[in-house]
């Protein structure tokens, strides 16, 4: 069963792009490993051991994978939309913007808070926010009004100044 798993690690570090995972494919994959644990009830003690053993190396070859597929998704510079994994890779990248927001000397921040500018109405938590208000949010919500695509993160003024220019 690993060997599967295996192979499409092997399959993404072959190639400089990130590779494309239909749902096709995907649900290939799961039918294989859903076969496999089909008569679990059946297995006697050893052989469950040696199941659980699989199970817990797959677990550790899907990691690899989704590691493997992060970070070539951030030098990526497109992303196909059929990947089934797409809504990740976005989240992702969305949550690399925030922590560099975060660390950022250039974003206006104030007692550990994030100032957001919101482009559009939007509800984060149980904040209510219009579009064109500026508010100071924690990185959670930070992080939410991002993936949500609301607005931006405020950046000082004389980092703006020097960057239009």
Do not use: W
Not at 28 to 56: F, P, Y
């Amino acid at each position: 069963m690993s060997e599967v798993f295996l192979k499409l690690i092997r399959e993404e570090l072959s190639t400089s792009k990130l590779g494309l995972l239909t749902r096709q494919k995907y649900l290939e994959l799961e039918s294989k490993v859903c076969k496999a644990t089909m008569r679990i009830h059946e297995l006697d003690d050893v052989s469950l051991q040696v199941l659980l053993g699989a199970i817990k190396r797959i677990s550790s070859d899907l990691e690899r994978y989704a590691e493997i597929r992060l970070m070539k998704s951030r030098i990526a510079s497109d992303v196909h939309e059929n990947n089934v994994d797409y809504d990740v890779i976005k989240a992702a990248t969305t949550l690399v913007r925030v922590e560099k927001s975060v660390i950022s000397p250039f974003v206006v921040k104030h007692a550990g808070k994030v100032s957001y500018l919101f482009t559009k109405p939007c509800t984060v938590g149980s904040r209510v926010f219009k579009k064109n208000d500026i508010s100071e949010l924690t990185v959670v919500e930070t992080i939410v009004a991002s993936i949500y695509e609301c607005g931006r993160v405020l950046e000082k003024p004389v980092v703006k100044m020097i960057s239009t220019s």
